[in-house]
């Protein structure tokens, strides 16, 4: 398959390197020092887990004249979504399909509205990788895949998708049900990240603080009702399973939103918090913890250059 990541950067370079040591025809949009980088050293991941490793994918800051890609890994952050969306249509062919990996649940729609409607596949990446440096990718540990269409239909696109990221040694797994496990991945997301960027603190200090362990609970509490209200089946004990999980997190673990925050970078808030806290003014759900993180956070969204 010719697979396009767009956004090479932790998670979009971590799969990528993999595709590519597969035999896979990758092609890597990036920019700036990375994009210089990836032409003249090629692709190097340090994994904690499996290596290091290098590979020399096709490296392009536009695809203008690239050939059409069979599928498409869309790792941007949210705030790129249609500008990023919009550099894709020389490669959008009319089976092409756009795996959205990226944090929020709306990102798929956004994607459709600008290559059209069934185009964008919806899709969750279970891993934890950086750009460590220009070209390099550091993993330390995760890696798995769950993609789906977003009606729940099986489609041989997906399939095939699926069986090359397996092919890669990514273990993938096709969903019916892919906006549960979207949302299930929000409320984690909003949970996690909320509360190491509000506290400036890793989830060792989240926890042994009983009023901001609280403050972690009552995100997913809140956007457990919202998902419910928006019609999402989220099985019953969904906010049980997320705290149990983040009871095991690595005590040093923070969250990508906490590490933007620090480095003065643009904050992905408004595909986080601010959706939610927009959603549920349209359904009329209360989400008073949820608005505070976000109204917290608020000043920080541009950045320290913003």
């Known amino acids: 398959m010719h697979i396009v990541v767009m956004g090479a950067g932790g998670v979009g370079g971590y799969f990528g390197g993999k595709l590519a040591r597969a035999g896979e025809r990758v092609t ?6 990375h994009l210089d980088a990836l032409r003249r050293d ?3 991941v340090r994994s904690a887990v499996e290596g290091e490793s290098v590979t020399c994918p096709t490296a392009v800051a536009s695809l203008d004249g690239q050939p059409a890609a069979d599928a498409v890994l869309f790792c941007v952050k949210s705030f790129d979504t249609e500008a990023a969306a919009e550099r894709l249509r020389p490669v959008v062919g009319p089976d092409t399909a756009v795996l959205s990996l990226q944090n929020g649940v709306d990102n798929e729609e956004r994607i459709d509205a600008v290559l059209g409607a069934g185009r964008a596949l919806g899709g969750a990446a279970y891993v934890f990788a950086t750009l460590e440096a220009p070209g390099v990718i550091a993993h330390r540990f995760g890696g798995r895949i769950v993609l789906g269409e977003l009606d729940g239909r099986r489609s041989s696109r997906a399939e095939r998708l699926r069986d ?6 990514i273990p993938a797994e096709l969903s019916p049900a892919i906006r549960r496990v979207l949302w299930e991945k929000y409320l984690f997301i909003c949970a996690q990240a909320g509360t190491t960027a509000v ?5 060792g200090a989240v926890r042994e603080t009983p009023e901001t362990w609280r403050l972690y609970r009552l995100i997913l509490d809140e956007l457990a009702a919202l998902a419910r209200a928006a019609g999402v089946p989220l099985p019953p004990d969904a906010v049980e399973g997320i705290v149990k999980a983040a009871s095991g997190i690595a005590p040093e673990a923070t969250s990508s939103l906490h590490h933007d925050l620090a480095a003065g970078r643009r904050l992905e808030l408004e595909a986080l918090h601010g959706h939610a806290v927009r959603l549920a003014g349209r ?4 989400v008073p913890t949820v608005f505070a993180v976000y109204a917290a956070l608020k000043p920080h969204a541009a950045g320290s250059r913003g």
């Open 164 to 169: 090359a990221l397996a092919g890669a040694g």
């Open 199 to 203: 506290t400036r603190a890793s989830m």
């Open 283 to 286: 359904l009329g759900v209360p």
């Open 42 to 44: 090629g692709l190097r």
């Open 28 to 33: 890597l949009v990036a920019r700036g020092a």
